[in-house]
């Protein structure tokens, strides 16, 4: 997927979304992997993977999980710009995806494989991540998804190592890795719908 369709979706003189008009990025140390914490029609985790000059991106309902033996569901969505990882705001009601998101991690990633491409092609990423929250390795597995969704399905599922745990790290670190901040907080400082938000808070 491209730029293209990321654009398409939205209107940047509403939106406080970045427009990723330029094609020119800084290049940092390490690939970036981000989680968004978004509070739009209904809360959802968004995971995105930095490869190819943009980040990748997968809905992801009900967020990560450190347990192995459950299997979160995502849904590809369309690449977003590198600086999107670095978005939290309040994207405005009657827009694409509006609510309130949040940085809930960050922090960069290692691909396990020598070929990303590859194996994306082929439905099996293996990765490490090396976030403020999630840590260790992981895998995005392609399945063959539910109903009639036309966006690729995968699986993400943590390997069973030393950050391998049953507690639900979604519940115990709700706020912010960037400011700190719940949803309610953040809809509150960007005039965001305070109560809307909250609702995304435990």
Known sequence: ???EEYRKKRRFDITP?????STAHPRKKGLTFVVHKHRASHLH???RLQWNDVLLSWAVPKGPSLNPSVK?????VEDHPLEYARFEGVIPQGEYGGGTVMVWDIGTWTPAVPDVDEALRKGELKFALHGKKLKGSWVLV???GLGRSPRPAWLLIKHRDAYATDRDITVEQPRSALSNRTLAEIARDEGGDVAHA???DP
């Open 1 to 3: 997927m491209a730029l």
């Open 17 to 21: 979304e970045p427009a990723a008009d």
């Open 142 to 144: 392609r399945t063959r």
């Open 45 to 47: 985790y968004d995971f």
């Open 198 to 200: 909250a609702s995304g």
């Open 72 to 76: 979160r569901f995502a849904t590809q």
